[in-house]
Structure formats: structure tokens, C-alpha cells
């Protein structure tokens, strides 16, 4: 269920990336000039400026939808920090399944948030990303008292997975019905997913539950598994607010964090764009070809987590060398093919697979950053969590932003290709700081120390397995005794 949570998280993100391309209202001089730089796929020799015009409803320049793109981010970021304390407060559970219900529900008004006028849709997408932002520090809270620690790369991994998977669906869907959907085409893409979106609240509220403890269908061996491998009990306890914000391993995972969501989430809201406007593909192609690089991005995520536990439960590598060798695999091979899609010129089929491996190449680094919240403090991890994304959620609004300065009535390849090789250097800047400050260890400061209830609860443990040996001593020597008589 969480695997189809973030399915239904990033269905919800990534909508808009397409249908924005069906909303404007694109004008004949814009798209002249950039067809005579790069020609149409499929039509090489045709000069027509008019085959690339849409006719949507709304007169927004590249800045206002930069704004619109990047709005949902200005909320995002806002509740990170709050979400994973409220997460220790109230449950994973309950903050994760209303944070979703919330963005779902503005979803579906987002059609007439946009007709009401810029403002009102971006105060919407405001609030979705208010509502989104619990959901990621309300899991990891969650992962803390369900996944035993050599578990916790491939759980995260599956788990957050869903993410890229969602993308991967909702980006081809998003352009077949605004091409052929219901409602004149674009809204029918927010009402498809929010409506989505409200369907998996009921069924996550009825079927999950907070702790492998109250979970009503879950077996004792399992349960007494989970709970004797989490590396630290789950105990309320006072949060040390400044021994987290003073620890650098923390951030070293905010910067691994930020480099890779300036990738992940600058190509998630522009590349549909960059298809549109430069390389000229018709919004069902545009869908399609900007989720390819999100499926590869899933497969390597779940892979990487596999192979990165796989490694450490085995002693071949150590925890932060495991983290730190992942990461840097997702930085630089992102790195030097997004230099290379600078020198491609006009070749579409290069382009299009040079940045899809970028982007799902940059999966390998989920393996590094991601769970190494879990690996410095297990009792912490959503409020570290909360912390480090929200750092990592500037690149949703300052990347769509710089995109729209960089190409505002300037549509040209050259203006992309610098942004390309800003998040290069994003990518590379990232990997050289995680590498210097991540660590692989629980804290000293993230360590619960024993507690009387702790003790009671093992001595009676101890107590009952003494008694059920004894028992189990007495009937074999009364049953020796019967077989000499």
C-alpha cells in the first residue's frame, strides 16, 4: 500500500508537466524560430511553424509557468520539517493517508483554480504541496518501526519506488487524455488522478496500521522479528534538536538529497517542454518519451537497493562505504551524460536516450541518501527526513524558474544546454559532499539508553522462554522415564 501511496503521490506531481503544454496557448512567431533550429522528428525538411502551435486557453509566458511548475514546491517545502515531527506525534499512518487525501481533493478543483485566474491556481498548487510534504517524513517514521535494519535499503527502495513508477504512468496518460479525454481534453487529467488519488485513502486507512503491534492479521513469529531488529526501541522521547542540526552527517545527506532532486524533479517538471519546444514532439509523444527515463529510473532504484544490502549484510562492505560508492555511481554517470546531450546538436533518437539514461542512472544514489536517515538515527528518521527534504525541495521551484528566465521568448537548445550543464554541476557538487561528510553509523546522540520498561519487558521475555524450556525439560525426562519402564 505505501509502494501504491507514492504511486499515487507523484501521479498527482506530475500531471501538471504535461497538461501545461495543452493549457497554453502557444503563438506561431514563438514556435517559427525554434523549428528552424531543430526540425520535427518525423519531418526533417518541413519548415511549417503551425504544426507545433497549441491552441490552449491560457496566454502564460515561460516565467508564469515556471511559477505555476514550481508553485507546488513553495508549499512543499514548507512541511517537511513539521510532518516528520507531527509524524512522531500522531502516526505515519493517519499523516501519510490525509496528506494524500488533501492534495487529491485540490486536484480535482484544479481546473477551476486555472480558469479563476494565475493566483488562484498557484495558491492550489500551494496547498498540494502542503498536503504531499507529510508523506515522505510520515514514511520514513513509519519504516522506523517496520523494517529491520539490513531490510531497510530494498524496503526503502520498493517502497519509494512507487514513486517513479507513478511518474512512468501518469506522464503518457496525462497526454493521451489531454489529446482524447473527457471535459475538453487537460481537466480531465486532474479529475482522472485526484479521483485516483481519494480511492487509495480508503483502501490505505482500512487495511494498514501504525505498528507491526496493533497490526490485527500479522503473525507473532513476524512480529517479534520486526520488533527484535529495528537496532532501537520506538519510545517517546525528547527530540536533540541541536545535536541533530549539528550533526554533519546529516548534511551530507542533505546535499546527496538535493543534488539528486534538482535532477529528478527539474527533469520531471521541464523535460516535457524541452521535447515540446525543441525537439518538436506532439504532446502524446511527449508523454511517453518523459516517462521512459522514469521506468529506468525505477528499475535501477530497486536493484540498487537490493544489491546494497545485499553487500552490507554480507560484511563485503561497510554501511557508509556501501551509502557513499551508490551515491556516487548516481551523480557522476548522470553527470557526463547530460554534458553529452550538449554536443548532440538536432539528433532527436541521441538526445532522448542520453538524458533518459541520466535519469535513471541517478537511481543508484536512492541506495546511498535515502536510507541513510534510518542508518544514523532509526528514532529520528522522519524528522531527519523532514529536514533534509526540505533542503532538497528548492530544486522544485528553483528549477522550473531558472528554466523560464533562460528561455522566456528565448526557446533555443543553447539556453537549455545551459541548464543542462548547471545540473551537472548540481550532480557533482552533490556527490563530493556526501562523500566528505555522510556516515554510516547511528549517532551517539540518536542512541536510546536503556530504559526500566525496556529491561522489565526483556527480563519478563526471559523469564516466560525459561519457563517454556523447563517445561519442555520436564516432559522429555518424564518421557525417558516411560520408555525405561
Given at each position: 500500500?505505501?509502494?501504491?501511496?507514492?504511486?499515487?503521490?507523484?501521479?498527482?506531481?506530475?500531471?501538471?508537466?504535461?497538461?501545461?503544454?495543452?493549457m497554453?496557448?502557444?503563438?506561431?512567431?514563438?514556435?517559427?524560430?525554434?523549428?528552424?533550429?531543430?526540425?520535427?522528428?518525423?519531418?526533417a525538411?518541413?519548415?511549417?511553424?503551425?504544426?507545433?502551435?497549441?491552441?490552449g486557453?491560457?496566454?502564460?509566458?515561460?516565467?508564469?509557468?515556471?511559477?505555476?511548475?514550481?508553485?507546488?514546491?513553495?508549499?512543499?517545502?514548507?512541511?517537511?520539517?513539521?510532518?516528520?515531527?507531527?509524524?512522531?506525534?500522531?502516526?505515519g499512518k493517519?499523516?501519510?493517508?490525509?496528506?494524500?487525501?488533501?492534495?487529491?481533493?485540490?486536484t480535482?478543483?484544479?481546473?477551476?483554480?486555472?480558469?479563476?485566474?494565475?493566483?488562484?491556481?498557484?495558491?492550489?498548487?500551494?496547498?498540494?504541496?502542503?498536503?504531499?510534504?507529510?508523506?515522505?517524513?510520515?514514511?520514513?517514521?513509519?519504516?522506523?518501526?517496520?523494517?529491520?535494519?539490513?531490510?531497510?535499503?530494498?524496503?526503502?527502495?520498493?517502497?519509494?519506488?512507487?514513486?517513479?513508477?507513478?511518474?512512468?504512468?501518469?506522464?503518457?496518460?496525462?497526454?493521451?487524455?489531454?489529446?482524447?479525454?473527457?471535459?475538453?481534453?487537460?481537466?480531465?487529467?486532474?479529475?482522472?488522478?485526484?479521483?485516483?488519488?481519494?480511492?487509495?485513502?480508503?483502501?490505505?486507512?482500512?487495511?494498514?496500521?501504525?505498528?507491526?503491534?496493533?497490526?490485527?492479521?500479522?503473525?507473532?513469529?513476524?512480529?517479534?522479528?520486526?520488533?527484535?531488529?529495528?537496532?532501537?526501541?520506538?519510545?517517546?522521547?525528547?527530540?536533540?534538536?541541536?545535536?541533530?542540526?549539528?550533526?554533519?552527517?546529516?548534511?551530507g545527506?542533505?546535499?546527496?538529497?538535493?543534488?539528486?532532486?534538482?535532477?529528478?524533479?527539474?527533469?520531471?517538471?521541464?523535460?516535457?517542454?524541452?521535447?515540446?519546444?525543441?525537439?518538436?514532439?506532439?504532446?502524446?509523444?511527449?508523454?511517453?518519451?518523459?516517462?521512459?527515463?522514469?521506468?529506468?529510473?525505477?528499475?535501477?532504484?530497486?536493484?540498487?537497493?537490493?544489491?546494497?544490502?545485499?553487500?552490507?549484510?554480507?560484511?563485503?562492505?561497510?554501511?557508509?562505504?556501501?551509502?557513499?560508492?551508490?551515491?556516487?555511481?548516481?551523480a557522476?554517470?548522470?553527470?557526463?551524460?547530460?554534458?553529452?546531450?550538449?554536443?548532440?546538436?538536432?539528433?532527436?533518437?541521441?538526445?532522448?536516450?542520453?538524458l533518459?539514461?541520466?535519469?535513471?542512472?541517478?537511481?543508484?544514489?536512492?541506495a546511498?541518501?535515502?536510507?541513510?536517515?534510518?542508518?544514523?538515527?532509526?528514532?529520528?528518521?522522519?524528522i531527519?527526513?523532514?529536514?533534509?527534504?526540505?533542503?532538497?525541495?528548492?530544486?522544485?521551484?528553483?528549477?522550473?524558474?531558472?528554466?523560464?528566465?533562460?528561455?522566456?521568448?528565448?526557446?533555443?537548445?543553447?539556453?537549455?544546454?545551459?541548464?543542462?550543464?548547471?545540473?551537472?554541476?548540481?550532480y557533482?557538487?552533490?556527490?563530493?559532499?556526501?562523500?566528505?561528510?555522510?556516515?554510516?553509523?547511528?549517532?551517539?546522540?540518536?542512541?536510546?539508553?536503556?530504559?526500566?520498561?525496556?529491561?522489565?519487558?526483556?527480563?519478563?521475555?526471559?523469564?516466560?522462554?525459561?519457563?517454556?524450556?523447563?517445561?519442555?525439560?520436564?516432559?522429555?525426562?518424564?518421557?525417558?522415564?516411560?520408555?525405561?519402564l
Amino acid at each position: 500500500m505505501s509502494f501504491l501511496g507514492f504511486f499515487n503521490v507523484y501521479c498527482l506531481r506530475a500531471n501538471l508537466s504535461v497538461a501545461i503544454v495543452s493549457m497554453v496557448n502557444s503563438t506561431t512567431k514563438e514556435n517559427a524560430s525554434v523549428t528552424e533550429e531543430c526540425p520535427e522528428p518525423t519531418k526533417a525538411n518541413n519548415t511549417n511553424s503551425t504544426s507545433t502551435t497549441s491552441t490552449g486557453e491560457f496566454d502564460w509566458d515561460e516565467k508564469t509557468q515556471g511559477l505555476i511548475l514550481g508553485a507546488f514546491f513553495y508549499g512543499y517545502v514548507v512541511t517537511q520539517i513539521p510532518g516528520g515531527w507531527l509524524a512522531g506525534r500522531i502516526g505515519g499512518k493517519r499523516l501519510f493517508g490525509y496528506g494524500l487525501l488533501c492534495t487529491s481533493v485540490l486536484t480535482l478543483v484544479t481546473p477551476l483554480a486555472a480558469r479563476a485566474g494565475v493566483g488562484v491556481v498557484v495558491a492550489v498548487r500551494v496547498l498540494e504541496g502542503i498536503g504531499e510534504a507529510v508523506t515522505f517524513p510520515a514514511m520514513h517514521s513509519m519504516w522506523g518501526v517496520w523494517s529491520p535494519v539490513y531490510e531497510r535499503s530494498k524496503s526503502v527502495a520498493f517502497s519509494y519506488g512507487g514513486s517513479q513508477l507513478g511518474t512512468v504512468f501518469a506522464l503518457p496518460i496525462s497526454g493521451i487524455l489531454c489529446q482524447d479525454g473527457f471535459a475538453g481534453g487537460w481537466p480531465s487529467v486532474f479529475y482522472v488522478f485526484g479521483a485516483l488519488g481519494c480511492l487509495w485513502f480508503i483502501g490505505w486507512m482500512f487495511l494498514i496500521s501504525e505498528t507491526p503491534a496493533t497490526h490485527p492479521r500479522i503473525s507473532d513469529k513476524e512480529r517479534r522479528y520486526i520488533e527484535s531488529n529495528l537496532g532501537a526501541k520506538a519510545e517517546t522521547v525528547n527530540i536533540p534538536w541541536k545535536s541533530i542540526f549539528t550533526c554533519k552527517a546529516l548534511w551530507g545527506t542533505a546535499a546527496g538529497h538535493f543534488a539528486f532532486n534538482w535532477g529528478a524533479y527539474s527533469m520531471l517538471t521541464c523535460l516535457p517542454t524541452y521535447l515540446k519546444k525543441i525537439l518538436h514532439y506532439d504532446v502524446k509523444e511527449e508523454g511517453f518519451l518523459s516517462a521512459v527515463p522514469y521506468l529506468m529510473l525505477w528499475v535501477t532504484q530497486i536493484i540498487a537497493g537490493y544489491l546494497a544490502d545485499y553487500l552490507r549484510g554480507n560484511g563485503y562492505l561497510t554501511t557508509a562505504t556501501t551509502r557513499k560508492i551508490f551515491f556516487s555511481l548516481g551523480a557522476v554517470l548522470p553527470t557526463g551524460l547530460l554534458i553529452g546531450t550538449c554536443f548532440v546538436g538536432c539528433n532527436h533518437t541521441l538526445a532522448v536516450i542520453l538524458l533518459t539514461l541520466a535519469v535513471g542512472f541517478s537511481g543508484f544514489s536512492t541506495a546511498g541518501y535515502n536510507p541513510n536517515h534510518l542508518d544514523i538515527a532509526p528514532r529520528f528518521a522522519g524528522i531527519l527526513f523532514g529536514i533534509t527534504n526540505t533542503v532538497a525541495s528548492v530544486p522544485g521551484f528553483l528549477g522550473p524558474e531558472i528554466v523560464g528566465v533562460l528561455t522566456n521568448n528565448n526557446q533555443t537548445s543553447g539556453q537549455w544546454h545551459i541548464f543542462f550543464f548547471l545540473t551537472a554541476a548540481v550532480y557533482g557538487a552533490g556527490a563530493l559532499l556526501f562523500c566528505l561528510l555522510a556516515e554510516g553509523e547511528e549517532q551517539e546522540w540518536a542512541r536510546a539508553p536503556p530504559s526500566a520498561t525496556s529491561a522489565a519487558t526483556q527480563e519478563k521475555e526471559v523469564e516466560l522462554d525459561e519457563k517454556h524450556v523447563t517445561s519442555e525439560e520436564k516432559t522429555v525426562t518424564s518421557h525417558e522415564k516411560s520408555t525405561r519402564l
